[in-house]
């Protein structure tokens, strides 16, 4: 069953001011054709123990990526250095690219700072953080009275 949104009439400047804001959200909230494509992509998983982030770095060395953990904030940082072979190319397109990211990721539980592990393989930044003990799911047992 779907929900339909309450919407009282409104008259004047208060239903063009309503009718600007769904316009606008509408146009945001959906891919903008031209918009670019927030990079590295992510994937951000929560499990029983850990959150595990995945982040896509083609061709950035481990040594120029940086980890930081500001409270429940994970900040991926570093840059992609540009090839600097260039002979006389004339390019038709050029998507590759270059120069400095940064993304910050909140996460979804309390984790272990001192226990964060970090991999790169194959261009995949993989992260665990290992959940605290506060923030782990802890069953409870349902006694008969």
Avoid: C
Wanted: charge should be neutral; avoid cysteine; proline fraction near 7%.
């Amino acid at each position: 069953m779907d929900i339909i949104p309450f919407r009282r009439k409104e008259r004047g400047l208060a239903r063009l001011q309503d009718s600007m804001n769904d316009l606008l959200g509408r146009f945001f909230e959906e891919d903008f054709p031209f918009a670019e494509p927030t990079w590295p992509a992510l994937d951000v998983a929560e499990r029983d123990d850990a959150v595990e982030v995945k982040a896509e770095l083609p061709g950035v060395k481990p040594q120029d990526i940086e980890l930081t953990m500001q409270g429940n904030t994970l900040v991926i940082s570093g840059q992609k250095k540009e090839e600097t072979e260039q002979k006389e190319k004339n390019f038709y397109r050029s998507e590759r690219r270059y120069g400095s990211f940064r993304r910050t990721i909140p996460l979804p539980a309390g984790v272990d700072a001192a226990k964060i592990d970090a991999s790169h393989k194959d261009g995949v930044l993989t992260i665990l953080l290992p959940k605290s003990e506060q923030a782990k799911p802890k069953k409870i047992t349902v006694k008969v009275a």
